[in-house]
């Protein structure tokens, strides 16, 4: 083979390996933005996950008696606004994805 004929050759190939590999340059960076997404949607559900568990101990305090009937219902409307907020939040988030 001729240089001109190699190094032809050698311009095709570069230019054949930028056409397929410019799909999964592309795709890499949605997925950046699908990540950081996923990993919001996860702080999120641990937020909302702690806050159950907050409520959860809240009751069993209540009921064991370690709390009074009106820190209670005070300190269970404040958790209950928290899990509301960040219901709505995942849905937007939600929303944001499908849309």
């Known amino acids: 083979m001729s240089l001109a004929g190699a190094l ?9 390996t930028l056409l397929v590999l410019a799909p999964l340059r592309s795709r890499r960076g949605g997925d950046r933005s699908d990540s950081s997404g996923s990993q919001e949607r996860e702080r999120l559900l641990q937020r909302y996950e702690a ?22 219902a005070q300190e269970r409307e404040i958790l209950l606004q928290q899990g509301e907020e960040l219901l709505a939040a995942l849905d937007a988030l939600e929303g944001e994805r499908r849309g």
């Not at 032809?8 to 054949?16: D, Q, R, S, V």
């Not at 009751?59 to 064991?64: A, P, Q, S, Y």
């Open 51 to 72: 806050a159950l568990t907050a409520l959860r101990d809240l009751d069993e305090d209540r009921l064991t008696g370690k709390i009074d009937d009106d820190s209670h």
């Open 8 to 16: 032809f050759f050698l311009i095709c190939l570069a230019i054949c």
